[in-house]
């Protein structure tokens, strides 16, 4: 019995691993895109179309129907996803922090009313109210991350605000009230620090849901826009060519894939290692 | 029991009015507002949106066009669609059939193999089985539904040949349940892949839970076969959490439905809605997020309304 759970753990914990290791090798892909990448992604080139991956050492990846490097592509593009992914997160964590924080701490009416609200935009599914403001703000990569943080912020409000109930009973808040120190004050200098863990573990979780929302919209056509590439709009391109060229929507799929598994492993990993009580394998 | 129905219902009435409010709030937010398709139409004169403002009822203070859009939202008065003029609402009915047969055969799919999964990984806890299906669950979730779609359709589509790639049925053959089933099936397991794993692992900690109390062991000390403990002792205490699941679940189910009917050409109310968005049709957009909404507070009502079935303490508390 001990000896299957330290296995099991152990599995658990290297899946965690794995997820940290991919985290950072993306973010480093992304963040020297511009050096890593062979050539100009938006570089056309009409005597070179649809070449097949590994094939060539100029496009290891193979290119385009219009002759672009998928591999430059798929390094200009992550550099995208991952920016949406990450302002949407800190979107979705400021926002969901602040409403948990309030609600939780203050009570009463404000908790009623706040807490309502967090009721009436769950009703809605996330991809229709998504979709629906995406298609009324012009789209740039900054309304794609407010719009992706603003309609995904509920779960965390949720979170937060289930944390600050229980930490507001505590003595060290109650003395800082005796004390005379400001609410604001406590909420931010007493109450939050002791909230960080299912926060941070919620943000890792957002920073996968963001990226995989970005995705959907980008390949619906109301995300990111081309000539910029994004992973989800390089699959709108290649859904017309999967019968005869398929590598060209494999590839930034798996990339999703990877991107999307990276982060909900580490984030599983971090729930389970900073905060017992919300492991989903008791 | 009838009381707490109607203190459930009663609960409802805040979501009803915030779900109308975030709903008119939105087509006022709208480029051109609930008149974009005229204010958009270069040969239509500045008197004639005028005059159709005031038909629509747009010059009356704000307060007024909400009472009377909300009194139209429970009347059944949806509006009417910009190109064609159909009532919103029955274009939406009309493509209802279509999203429920997918949304439903995904849901009894996922069901079935998430709870068999899940009950099985709770009983062998920390086996082989339960690490892979765990592990699984994760890799599962991970997963572009759309990106799937497109990756079942290339396999059993393209190069296989077994299933067709997209629409309901076979031209010529509208109404064959054979041409149905077969174009069902991908869309069907691909949206059931995420659910699956959703319950798969609420399955496995609600049973989980149960497992491991006074109750269950009374039982298997008195002797009772394994498989009665797990049905009749187990089950209807691991299941509340599930329907609460159910409830909670509707608005992914939505937004996974939306995703694999646009992947897959599926004639219902997800295509209506990306279709819809392409045209800016606004009042069939804002009739779908209305009427999922109402929809997802009523999935909620009736799970905890069975909740309550099930469970005494509930209702009475």
Not at chain 2, 110 to 119: K, N, P, Q, R
Not at chain 2, 171 to 186: K, N, Q
Not at chain 2, 238 to 257: H, Q, T, Y
Request: glycine share 8%; charged share 15%.
């Amino acid at each position: 019995m001990l000896r299957t759970r330290i296995w099991r753990r152990f599995l658990h914990h290297r899946l965690a691993l794995c997820g940290a290791v991919v985290v950072a090798l993306l973010l480093a892909s992304a963040l020297f895109a511009p050096a890593l990448a062979p050539q100009d992604p938006t570089l056309l080139d009409t005597a070179a179309r649809f070449r097949p991956p590994f094939a060539s050492w100029s496009h290891p990846f193979g290119t385009d129907e219009l002759g672009r490097d998928t591999l430059s592509r798929l390094l200009h593009g992550g550099r995208v996803s991952l920016t949406v992914g990450l302002v949407a997160m800190v979107t979705t964590v400021l926002t969901g922090a602040m409403v948990g924080i309030l609600a939780g701490y203050l009570g009463g009416v404000v908790d009623a009313l706040l807490m309502r609200f967090v009721d009436t935009m769950l009703c809605f599914p996330q991809v229709f109210l998504l979709l629906v403001i995406a298609a009324f703000v012009p789209p740039s990569l900054v309304s794609i991350s407010l719009v992706i943080g603003l309609t995904s912020w509920m779960e965390v409000s949720r979170i937060v605000r289930a944390e600050v109930l229980q930490i507001r009973e505590q003595d060290f808040v109650a003395a800082a009230r005796v004390l005379g120190v400001p609410p604001l004050r406590i909420m931010v200098r007493e109450v939050l620090p002791n909230a960080a863990a299912p926060i941070l573990v919620a943000a890792t979780l957002k920073v996968a849901s963001a990226v995989l929302m970005e995705s959907y919209i980008s390949y619906l056509g109301y995300g990111v826009q081309p000539p910029l590439a994004s992973w989800g709009n390089m699959l709108t391109n290649a859904q017309g060519y999967l019968d005869s060229v398929p590598w060209l929507a494999i590839l930034p799929g798996a990339a999703i894939t990877l991107t999307v598994m990276g982060f909900n492993f580490l984030g599983d990993g971090l729930r389970d290692a900073l905060d017992p009580r919300l492991r989903m394998d008791r | 029991m009838i009381g707490f129905i109607l203190r459930r219902l009663l609960q409802a009435v805040p979501l009803l009015i915030g779900v109308s409010l975030i709903g008119f709030g939105l087509m006022h937010l709208a480029p051109g507002g609930p008149l974009a398709v005229y204010t958009l139409n270069p040969t239509i004169q500045a008197q004639d949106i005028e005059r159709i403002r005031i038909i629509f009822g747009l010059d009356q203070p704000v307060h007024v066009q909400y009472l009377n859009w909300a009194a139209g939202m429970f009347t059944g008065h949806w509006g009417n669609t910009f190109f064609g003029g159909r009532p919103v609402l029955e274009v939406i009915l009309e493509r209802l059939p279509a999203t429920m047969l997918l949304m439903g055969s995904a849901l009894s799919l996922a069901m079935l193999l998430g709870l068999a999964i899940g009950i099985l990984g709770a009983v062998r806890r920390y086996g082989v089985f339960d690490a892979l299906a765990t592990t699984g669950a994760l890799f599962a979730l991970s997963f572009p539904t759309f990106w799937f779609g497109l990756m079942a359709i290339y396999v059993f589509a393209i190069e296989l040949q077994w299933l067709p790639s997209g629409g309901m049925y076979e031209l010529g053959e509208e109404g064959s349940v054979i041409s149905l089933l077969r174009h069902l099936v991908l869309p069907a397991c691909v949206l059931a892949l995420v659910i699956t794993a959703t319950w798969s692992r609420y399955a496995r900690s609600a049973f989980l839970e149960v497992i491991d109390q006074d109750f269950i062991r009374t039982a298997s000390a008195k002797g009772v076969p394994p498989a009665r403990i797990l049905f009749r002792h187990a089950f209807p205490n691991a299941a509340k959490p599930l329907i609460a699941l159910l409830g909670v679940e509707l608005p992914f189910l939505f937004s996974g439905a939306l995703v694999t009917e646009t992947i897959f050409g599926w004639p219902g109310m997800g295509r209506l809605f990306v279709d819809a968005l392409g045209m800016k049709e606004y009042p069939v957009l804002m009739g779908m997020m209305m009427f999922t909404a109402f929809f997802v507070i009523a999935g909620n009502l009736l799970a905890d309304v069975a909740i309550a079935l099930i469970d005494p303490r509930i209702r009475l508390s």
